[in-house]
């Protein structure tokens, strides 16, 4: 297969496809509803299994379900719909069970609207739901980029066994581009003994829960969970950088916004400042080491956001009191233009407050 030309969300449908991806659980919320129509009309042509739930609530159960079978498994929905979600994405978690879960971020908070945003960026790196966990949070910024990071989302949430987000905004969800799948290569194996596929012989019956009445145990439990963490921050991190190395100014910037900073970023470099840019790929774990690698000799870093400022908390922390973090965002649905980001830059290079 070349070269097609795909909207976002079917991309990341196709994508979970050759993932190996057989089993889908949704329900249409836009601007995702694309994806859920995607599934309905490929899954059977695979030999999957499509359905539409009758709730977001419903949904992420039906995930749940799946997953304890050892399939792989997937559910998409959009901000207020993944709001729902996030109990049953706390029971998968304490239950260890891997799943893809997509986010199409729209405007809010409540209802709000249908054009895009990133305001969901609390809710998808700092937990979500109750309990102490994180999940890898993945934040594509193209559609050949989503092909990557879908595989990369089954993977993970294989070798881990846990839940994975994978974010983009509404904007990404929406917008067409020419994509390569490539052909369909061997779906990885990994050991699933804890599944539940019946009792075949293998010990016996297999339980999965996340309850655990006795308070040692769930706490031997939690800090089990905290160790896995700990390898995924060291083993899954994922950035990239752009023109970073003379830099005297550095934005910090993911998915289609840093697209947009990437054009102001060039703009600004012909008018004589020098300016970089750090792309967070997984917004969870956040990736540290390039502020470590820079803060003692860049000025300022400015996070760009479409939120009132949520990025710039795990900014503020990896710079660590280095450097000046400065912010720039639109909300409500609205997307930072080239123009108004290079304004940005060029009023912090002469020391304008904006």
């Not at 359905?51 to 399939?71: D, F, P």
């Not at 719909?81 to 069970?97: A, D, P, R, T, W």
């Not at 010990?203 to 905290?226: C, F, H, M, V, Y």
Request: charged share 20%; glycine share 10%; with cysteine.
């Amino acid at each position: 297969m070349g070269k097609v030309l795909m909207k976002g969300n079917e991309v990341i449908a196709e994508a979970a496809v050759h993932a190996g991806c057989k089993y889908f659980f949704g329900y249409p919320i836009t601007p995702q509803s694309e994806l859920v129509a995607y599934m309905a009309r490929r899954l059977p042509e695979v030999g999957g299994l499509f359905l539409q739930a009758e709730s977001e609530v419903a949904a992420i159960n039906m995930v749940y379900g799946a997953a304890g079978t050892g399939v792989r498994v997937m559910t998409s929905s959009s901000s207020p719909g993944f709001s729902l979600k996030q109990e049953g994405i706390s029971y998968m978690v304490g239950s260890e069970l891997p799943a893809v879960i997509v986010n199409v971020v729209r405007g809010g908070p409540g209802l709000g609207n249908i054009q895009p945003a990133q305001s969901d960026y609390f809710q998808v790196t700092k937990g979500g739901g109750h309990g102490d966990y994180n999940i890898p949070v993945l934040a594509p910024a193209s559609l050949q980029e989503i092909v990557d990071l879908t595989r990369d989302a089954f993977d993970i949430a294989d070798r881990y066994r846990t839940p994975v987000i994978l974010m983009g905004d509404g904007m990404l969800g929406q917008m067409m581009e020419p994509v390569e799948f490539g052909e369909r290569s061997e779906i990885q194996e990994y050991n699933k003994e804890w599944a539940t596929t019946g009792t075949r012989g293998d010990g016996g019956p297999k339980i999965i829960t996340s309850l655990e009445l006795d308070a040692d145990g769930l706490e031997k439990r939690n800090w089990n969970l905290q160790q896995k963490f700990a390898v995924i921050k060291k083993n899954e991190v994922r950035y990239e950088t752009y023109l970073i190395e003379d830099a005297e100014l550095i934005m910090v910037a993911f998915g289609t916004v840093a697209r947009i900073t990437m054009n102001a970023i060039n703009k600004a470099r012909n008018a004589g400042v020098k300016v970089g840019l750090i792309r967070p790929i997984t917004l969870w774990p956040f990736p540290e080491k390039p502020f470590l690698e820079t803060r003692e000799r860049v000025k300022t870093y400015i996070s760009v956001e479409m939120s009132a400022g949520q990025m710039i908390e795990d900014v503020r922390l990896a710079v660590n009191g280095h450097a000046e973090v400065d912010f720039y965002g639109r909300t409500g649905g609205i997307v930072p233009t080239q123009e108004e980001i290079y304004e940005k830059i060029m009023a912090v290079a002469r020391g304008v407050s904006v």
